[in-house]
């Protein structure tokens, strides 16, 4: 049985970091990718990344702060976020898939974790 599990997620003030965890079981997957969706808006591609030679794609709002990272041997994805604002405020998904156009879209992604709560106040 394929699983994500999320974890990392919390408060933190503004400007500050923190590192969210998936761990994926049950298969391997050629790309991972992290998406988030606030309260009332669209979810969002954030990064994603490539298994086999660890290609990143970052969405526009977090290129310079966020980063995607991997560890095959734990099959599992980071994403580090630093200098957060209140903007970032979400909840914060994993999915996995096989690959295809458009990384930090949804389409791409077979499966999805249950998420992982981000706050950040001012």
Same mark, same amino acid.
């Given at each position: *049985?394929? *699983? #994500?599990?999320?974890?990392?997620?919390?408060?933190?003030?503004?400007?500050?970091? #923190?590192?969210?965890s998936c761990a994926a079981s049950g298969t391997s997957f050629? +790309?991972?990718?992290?998406?988030?969706?606030?309260?009332?808006?669209?979810?969002?591609?954030?990064a994603a990344i490539y298994r086999g030679g660890g290609r990143?794609?970052? %969405?526009?709002?977090?290129?310079?702060?966020? @980063? !995607?990272? *991997?560890?095959?041997?734990?099959?599992?994805?980071? #994403?580090?976020?630093?200098?957060? @604002?209140?903007?970032?405020?979400?909840?914060?998904?994993?999915?996995?898939? +096989?690959?295809?156009?458009? #990384?930090?879209?949804? !389409?791409?992604?077979?499966?999805?974790?249950? %998420?992982? *709560?981000?706050?950040?106040?001012?």
């Amino acid at each position: *049985q394929v *699983q #994500l599990a999320e974890s990392g997620g919390g408060s933190v003030q503004a400007g500050g970091s #923190l590192r969210l965890s998936c761990a994926a079981s049950g298969t391997s997957f050629h +790309y991972m990718g992290w998406f988030r969706r606030a309260p009332g808006k669209d979810r969002e591609g954030v990064a994603a990344i490539y298994r086999g030679g660890g290609r990143t794609y970052y %969405g526009d709002s977090v290129k310079g702060r966020f @980063t !995607i990272s *991997q560890d095959n041997a734990k099959n599992t994805v980071y #994403l580090q976020m630093n200098r957060l @604002t209140p903007e970032d405020t979400a909840m914060y998904y994993c999915a996995a898939g +096989y690959g295809g156009a458009g #990384l930090l879209s949804p !389409i791409p992604y077979n499966y999805w974790g249950r %998420g992982t *709560q981000v706050t950040v106040s001012s």
